[in-house]
Nanobody, 116 residues
Framework: QVQLVESGGGLVQPGGSLRLSCAASGFTFGSFAMSWYRQAPGKERELVALIGSTGSSTNYAASVKGRFTISRDNAKNTVYLQMNSLKPEDTAVYYC?????????WGQGTQVTVSS
């Protein structure tokens, strides 16, 4: 079955960096686009970044463009989110997502807290 397991979250000061990882299994990873979403308390879940199946195409939310970088290693079945210049408003639970045919799969999420 499809499994997505995020890791790498934590507490970081404003201006700091974190790298999130999402280990995937149960499907042909290199055939599907992957994305990162986040959900802050009291807010709707929002798309942060998207990467195509080969890694050659990426897209970012305006709020993170220039600060976050999405990448993938198809040999390791893993997608990453490098987050630099973090701001308090980046505080959220970050989720990995994949859409396969008519179904959407989510990881359990990893908490990112940006605070001094």
């Amino acid at each position: 079955q499809v499994q997505l397991v995020e890791s790498g979250g934590g507490l970081v000061q404003p201006g700091g960096s974190l790298r999130l990882s999402c280990a995937a299994s149960g499907f042909t990873f290199g055939s599907f686009a992957m994305s990162w979403y986040r959900q802050a308390p009291g807010k709707e879940r929002e798309l942060v970044a998207l990467i195509g199946s080969t890694g050659s195409s990426t897209n970012y939310a305006a709020s993170v463009k220039g600060r976050f970088t999405i990448s993938r290693d198809n040999a390791k079945n893993t997608v990453y989110l490098q987050m630099n210049s973090l701001k308090p408003e980046d505080t959220a639970v970050y989720y990995c997502r994949v859409a396969i045919v008519l179904r959407t799969y989510w990881g359990q999420g990893t908490q990112v807290t940006v605070s001094s």
